[in-house]
């Protein structure tokens, strides 16, 4: 919470948290539909700059046993329709 104007009255200005940011990470091997929306804290910490950078991955394997892999950020909440995260 942000104060706004001064004295003993001052105001209280409730801010909406900002969006979680998401890796989205498409598998690149021909015919494989599989892709995913991670939450990247837990496997790479808070810090962003242990983050993957967007574009072409190896550091993912998909269920199909491909290593390539298009990583790319999303913003904003999760499906909740589809609870194991893919998309």
């Known amino acids: 919470m942000k104060p706004s104007g001064s004295g003993p009255f001052r105001e209280f200005v409730m801010r909406d948290p900002a969006p979680p940011v998401r890796l989205h990470v498409r598998c690149l091997r021909p015919f494989c539909g599989h892709e ?3 939450d990247p804290v837990p496997l790479f ?7 993957p950078p967007d574009g072409l991955s190896r550091r993912f394997v998909c269920g199909c ?6 990583v790319s950020r999303a913003v ?3 499906n909740r329709d589809n609870p194991c995260g893919w998309l």
Do not use: F
Not at 45 to 51: E, N, P, Q, V
Not at 65 to 70: E, I, L, N, Q, S
């Open 45 to 51: 910490g808070a810090a962003r700059d242990g983050w």
């Open 76 to 78: 904003g909440r999760a």
């Open 36 to 38: 995913a929306l991670l």
């Open 65 to 70: 046993g491909a290593r390539a892999a298009h």
